[in-house]
């Protein structure tokens, strides 16, 4: 590459003393510093390959210093073709960190089009100021080294000149900060070679600085309380606060005022003590920041020589600063060369060396779509819920029985709060009527006879997020009262076998099938499932046994925490949550199932409708009936085989239910909850999602909704201690009992006998009337 004498100029030097009062000495700059952010690469590979393609044509940029308090000011970039367009920066507010040139993704257009109608000059306010910048990027590494640095530099800094003599800098002060980049992108391997530039014109001999002081020290307390509301005025401005370069007056009587630069003539001619100001991206006080290298060059050249004062502007918590800004005084002197407008000037202003970035993982458009996906979710734990564990939401387990209208909303739903594994369970095909009211599909997966349900469902959320783990499954759930002919037995004992091993190896199961008799074997597969897992463990101190519950992950909950720890044990784990969302015509119903039995002794295999709090099992979605689930879709005519619901309901109940889920999965006491009712609109928990409901029922007709709670049943067909208990002990010999004779169930819980003695209940009635009662 074409060597160029201005590296070693770009480097502030250090000096001695901060005040030169009477001495003089060489006037140094602080070096402006650049970073990159890889998202800016992102999106110039996009540019590159889609509508750049060879063209090595000059690209005007527009960036940005964002002025943040108290952390590196960061730079938007902003893309255009042929069109001179500003970056941005903003005064110094910090006393020991410079404001950072950087460059993001937001600052370029997205395609061809918006990048040929970028053409307008970008507007800045008061954190960051309008400066054009030109990209320079190569199609190969050989040309980006052959690129003639020197005569580039010269090539962008007589652009500043002239546009000085033109008088342009006095209309738009921001030329004077004019930048460029040159680049090559290799998008095989994703490395990125770059270089920075910040053209600074050698003007005649160097200035000498006389004297550089905070602005305090140099002047009186009046004219430091006039100068600091002039310039907060000037900064609040919208007409003036995106203005770089200005003028400062100070009258005799202290009185301060801030001016255009186009009216420097007028400032001269009125006898008042005159300043050149600018924003300072500096915060070293022995040095200015480089933009007043070319401010120099303007004085000298368009508005006066010999001693002049300058005022280096930097703010603290967006007002001025007058303790961090500087006054300088310099000697300037006329250039001959450059008085000429043809000119070509001597210039420094490239950073040290060439800087190189490899973005193959970050690059890769699924890395990026995950961290665009999670931002609303981090920017949650900001302010609203610092509890929010993300870890535990993409982390989480989900399987969805039904791929239907709920099931889809379900999973984009969980989708949306980082959910990251999801399985979806279905038989069917996708039917004509489906795309409409279920949002997985299209037109597409209906054609050929139809997809089968879970796998175009699976498939569509790949599309829609590369990053979720979606797998879809085939498989008709057996229920009751539903015989199973014999030669059908070994397929559905294996469709058994393969429901329970899906339930178990998933944390969180979603009952969102359309018949309520489909919901009962994976309620009961529910309530027995017990983990050998990391979540429950025993603590054995001295004679006592505690139980202690890890939920969620890394957090403990336990009733007595200075147990001293002799033995721990993991003996099973956090019985399987299930959420049931189920539909009427104009009414929902959205639970959370209870935890299922729990061993209470380590001695027997006794179960307990007791939780592992000690208090009342909360019930499942059959804790409620007084008959066993039955055939419901035998002898029915077409508006009853179909579910025929409002379409505003699936996305109401899906949305609740996955709330649900969220608020479980953050409770210190997590499946174990107890259920809570709103009692008013402004009910309130101590829990940062809400109160837990145990149940929630909604009327659309109505448009109201109440929480409910309903405990576990001795008698309920799906989760009482003696259906689980019989399930263990006799297996897929049972649930085939229980599919082909609905009644075995109703026997086996007492529900018969209750119903025959609710039935042979008689009352006497008294027809007789007591004539006192007339």
């Not at 990391?534 to 969620?552: A, D, T």
Request: proline fraction near 5%.
């Amino acid at each position: 590459m074409a060597a160029s004498s201005s590296s070693s100029s770009v480097v502030s030097s250090s000096s001695s003393s901060s005040s030169d009062k009477g001495s003089g000495r060489v006037l140094q700059f602080d070096a402006f510093q650049s970073l990159v952010d890889e998202g800016f690469w992102h999106r110039l590979s996009s540019l590159k390959l889609d509508s750049l393609g060879l063209d090595q044509s000059p690209v005007p940029l527009t960036g940005t210093l964002l002025l943040l308090s108290f952390l590196l000011l960061t730079a938007f970039f902003r893309l255009s073709i042929r069109v001179n367009c500003p970056r941005f920066y903003a005064p110094c507010s910090h006393p020991k960190v410079s404001n950072r040139l950087t460059l993001l993704a937001e600052s370029l257009p997205s395609d061809f089009k918006e990048l040929q109608f970028s053409l307008e000059r970008a507007h800045g306010n008061r954190n960051r100021c309008p400066v054009p910048g030109t990209l320079y990027n190569m199609n190969t590494f050989e040309s980006f080294k052959a690129l003639d640095r020197d005569s580039l530099l010269k090539k962008e800094a007589k652009k500043i000149l002239d546009d000085i003599h033109s008088g342009k800098v006095e209309e738009d002060s921001a030329v004077l900060s004019r930048f460029f980049i040159i680049s090559f992108a290799d998008l095989k391997k994703w490395n990125f070679l770059h270089w920075l530039a910040f053209p600074a014109l050698v003007v005649g001999p160097p200035a000498m600085v006389l004297d550089l002081r905070p602005a305090r020290e140099v002047f009186n307390q009046g004219e430091v309380q006039s100068l600091s509301a002039a310039l907060n005025e000037w900064r609040k401005s919208s007409l003036t606060t995106g203005v770089l370069y200005f003028l400062v007056s100070i009258a005799s009587n202290s009185h301060a005022t801030i001016r255009q630069l186009k009216d420097w003539k007028a400032c001269q001619d009125d006898g008042q003590k005159l300043l050149f100001g600018f924003y300072d991206p500096s915060c070293r006080l022995d040095n200015p920041g480089w933009p007043l290298r070319n401010y120099l060059a303007f004085i000298s050249l368009r508005c006066q020589d010999g001693k002049i004062q300058f005022l280096c502007y930097r703010e603290k918590r967006g007002f001025a600063d007058m303790g961090l800004s500087l006054v300088g005084e310099a000697v300037i002197s006329p250039s001959k060369d450059c008085s000429d407008p043809q000119c070509v000037p001597k210039a420094v202003g490239w950073e040290p060396k060439p800087k190189s970035i490899n973005l193959a993982e970050s690059m890769n458009p699924e890395r990026l779509a995950v961290s665009a996906a999670d931002l609303n979710l981090k920017l949650m734990r900001w302010r609203q819920l610092p509890s929010l564990d993300l870890g535990t939401l993409s982390s989480v387990r989900c399987l969805l029985l039904g791929a239907g209208t709920l099931g889809c909303q379900v999973a984009r739903m969980l989708m949306a709060w980082g959910v990251r594994k999801i399985t979806l369970l279905d038989s069917g095909l996708v039917a004509m009527s489906n795309p409409v009211r279920q949002s997985l599909y299209t037109l597409d997966d209906c054609l050929d006879g139809g997809s089968l349900k879970a796998v175009a469902a699976a498939r569509t959320l790949k599309r829609i997020f590369p990053a979720v783990e979606a797998e879809g499954v085939t498989l008709s759930i057996p229920m009751p009262g539903h015989p199973v002919p014999t030669n059908e037995v070994a397929r559905v004992l294996e469709d058994c076998e393969r429901l329970r091993d899906l339930i178990a190896s998933h944390d969180v199961t979603f009952l969102l099938t359309d018949t309520r008799e489909s919901r009962w074997l994976p309620a009961l597969l529910c309530a027995s499932e017990n983990k050998v897992a990391e979540n429950v463990s025993f603590i054995i101190c001295g004679e006592q046994i505690k139980m202690i519950l890890f939920i969620p992950k890394n957090r403990l909950l336990c009733s007595d925490e200075t147990i001293s720890t002799l033995t721990s044990r993991l003996l099973f784990g956090v019985p399987q949550i299930a959420i049931t969302a189920a539909l009427g015509f104009d009414s929902y119903l959205v639970m959370r199932h209870g935890a299922g039995p729990l061993y209470v002794s380590d001695q027997t295999n006794s179960l307990s409708t007791v939780d592992g709090n000690g208090g009342q099992r909360l019930g499942c979605y059959f804790c409620g009936d007084i008959v066993a689930p039955i055939d419901s879709t035998s002898n029915r005519t077409l508006d009853q085989q179909c579910t025929v619901t409002r379409p505003g309901l699936a996305p109401i109940a899906s949305a609740l239910a996955v709330e649900l889920l969220v608020g479980l999965l953050h409770h210190p006491n997590g499946i174990h909850a107890p259920g809570e009712i709103a009692n008013s609109i402004m009910s309130s928990s101590e829990q940062p999602f809400g109160i837990l409901p145990h149940q929630i029922r909604g009327l659309l007709p109505q448009y109201s909704q109440v929480t409910l709670i309903g405990h576990a049943s001795n008698s309920c067909t799906a989760c009482s201690t003696t259906v689980v208990s019989e399930f263990r002990r006799r297996g897929m010999e049972f649930i085939l009992q229980a599919i082909d004779h609905p009644t075995y169930l109703e026997d086996l819980t007492g529900l018969t006998e209750l119903i025959e003695s609710a039935n042979s209940f008689k009352l006497d009635w008294d027809d007789e009337t007591d004539d006192s009662d007339m």
